[in-house]
């Protein structure tokens, strides 16, 4: 009785003596209610591998630790795959795919197997022995199986998805996450890596108009195996979003010598496309891209970096919106109370929420108008070309991802004061990550762009 179809309010019911007449004004009042729902924050994770591609636990058991640990949403990207139909998996497979390096000396690898066993009982594992080798195997449940099983309305939402994975023909890798699809997407082929982000997101397009679900599609670590480049993300301006954090260690985040960090990766795009293309910025999202769930292997398990959207309902559909309208926040582990850019005023500013004995340093980051955006190659120690982002770096003028302020404490803002052609802020926590990376020694918060203003591109 609530919803209606063409979109027109209702007026209230007339009350009269009868019961019916404030039985419908009860009924009114508690659709209002229902329509009316405030603004939130909902935590979740976009980049997550299972047993049907190469993690290391049923995403039974993934999902449900996910949203024992808090989150309210999380997003299954097995590589070039959707999970679903038959598939089966050898109880030694499952045990071989947790093999690693201990966390610390003496623990044992956990049995995924006995763990699931025991957490969903015979009457949902499913095994058998295959009756072509004799082996035993486990069947991996398809997703509209398991999702009933986690799902919890309000509280914990999953996301069908998948990491369309791929090498342009010149060898570069190019990983590009496809969130709240309704069928698998094949991996593409193209001869560069800008090729195949404009095949995915044309992929998608058509994807999406097929089946009415939005669909987000955001560019995976460009800096795993230094796939992607700053001038790559800044050439396809169809696509809005990449990850800024990957939560993976050993997958150049930090940048080196002869190559620049995610961060500056952001900035130089962001400029490229703003004064260069007259296109609007990209926003940065932080994931865990987990695989290991068995407490043997620290070089991508869970609970490192997520995204925080500011949304009315956890539904796919509210919560793509408001990412597309760039309402989130990506952390490892500061959580911020308010971002909030008034545009009259010209001012970003933040809540932080402060724990016991926490400090904070917020780094305000953005690009002055009349940067140079002429780059230069970078050499190695041998004076050889890399093969990488340009290096924008001018001997005089504005620089491109200057840090514009910086600011102590729980309450910083930062007033633009006009030449800027964004700001975004970075906050750095002076507590350790939760999880532990060799990545990074803080919590830290990133909020998206703003104060930027399309214009003319460059001639």
């Given at each position: 009785m609530c919803a209606h179809s063409d979109g027109f309010q209702r007026q209230p019911p007339k009350v009269g003596r009868s019961g019916l007449g404030i039985l419908g004004l009860l009924i009114y009042l508690s659709c209002l209610s229902a329509s009316a729902q405030p603004l939130r924050w909902w935590k979740g994770n976009l980049h997550t591998h299972t047993l049907w591609s190469d993690g290391d636990d049923f995403p039974e058991m993934i999902a449900e630790s996910y949203r024992e640990r808090g989150y309210h949403f999380l997003a299954l990207s097995d590589h070039n795959l959707l999970s679903r139909g038959e598939r089966w998996m050898s109880l030694k497979s499952v045990a071989d795919r947790a093999k690693g390096e201990p966390w610390h000396a003496g623990i044992q690898p956990r049995d995924a197997f006995a763990a699931y066993l025991r957490r969903y009982g015979p009457d949902w594992v499913q095994t058998r022995t295959n009756p072509t080798n004799g082996i035993r195997e486990v069947r991996l449940k398809p997703y509209d199986e398991f999702r009933a099983l986690v799902e919890e309305r309000g509280r914990f939402l999953l996301i069908e998805s998948e990491e369309i994975t791929q090498a342009a023909e010149n060898q570069r890798q190019i990983h590009i996450g496809a969130?709240?699809?309704?069928?698998?997407?094949?991996?593409?082929?193209?001869?560069?890596?800008?090729?195949?982000?404009?095949?995915?997101?044309?992929?998608?397009?058509?994807?999406?108009?097929?089946?009415?679900?939005?669909?987000?599609?955001?560019?995976?670590?460009?800096?795993?195996?230094?796939?992607?480049?700053?001038?790559?993300?800044?050439a396809v301006v169809g696509e809005r979003f990449f990850e800024v954090w990957n939560g993976v260690d050993g997958d150049n985040d930090p940048g080196d010598a002869q190559h620049p960090s995610t961060d500056q990766i952001w900035d130089i795009a962001n400029t490229l496309r703003i004064a260069g293309l007259g296109a609007p910025p990209l926003y940065g999202i932080a994931t865990d891209d987990s695989h290991d769930y068995q407490g043997n292997e620290r070089r991508s398990p869970p609970f490192r970096a997520w995204i925080q959207v500011r949304a009315r309902r956890l539904t796919p559909e509210s919560l793509i919106h408001a990412v597309e309208q760039g309402d989130f926040y990506a952390s490892t582990g500061v959580v911020l109370d308010d971002v909030a850019f008034d545009a009259d005023s010209r001012r970003l500013s933040l809540q932080i929420h402060a724990?016991?004995?926490?400090?904070?340093?917020?780094?305000?980051?953005?690009?002055?108008?009349?940067?140079?955006?002429?780059?230069?190659?970078?050499?190695?120690?041998?004076?050889?070309?890399?093969?990488?982002?340009?290096?924008?770096?001018?001997?005089?003028?504005?620089?491109?991802?200057?840090?514009?302020?910086?600011?102590?404490?729980?309450?910083?803002?930062?007033?633009?004061?006009?030449?800027?052609?964004?700001?975004?802020?970075?906050?750095?926590?002076?507590?350790?990550?939760?999880?532990?990376?060799?990545?990074?020694?803080?919590?830290?918060?990133?909020?998206?762009?703003?104060?930027?203003?399309?214009?003319?591109?460059?001639?």
């Open positions: 969130i709240n699809l309704h069928e698998a997407l094949p991996s593409l082929k193209g001869a560069t890596v800008p090729e195949i982000i404009q095949k995915a997101l044309d992929r998608v397009a058509e994807a999406r108009q097929r089946s009415g679900r939005p669909t987000l599609v955001h560019v995976n670590h460009p800096n795993y195996k230094w796939g992607v480049t700053a001038e790559d993300l800044a724990r016991p004995g926490e400090r904070f340093t917020t780094r305000f980051v953005g690009t002055r108008r009349g940067v140079s955006l002429e780059g230069k190659p970078r050499v190695d120690a041998a004076g050889k070309v890399v093969e990488t982002t340009l290096d924008y770096r001018a001997e005089t003028g504005p620089q491109i991802g200057e840090i514009l302020a910086e600011v102590k404490g729980p309450r910083p803002s930062y007033h633009l004061r006009g030449d800027e052609l964004y700001v975004r802020a970075v906050v750095v926590s002076s507590r350790k990550p939760e999880v532990p990376s060799t990545e990074t020694e803080h919590q830290q918060a990133w909020t998206q762009p703003v104060g930027w203003v399309l214009g003319e591109p460059r001639k």
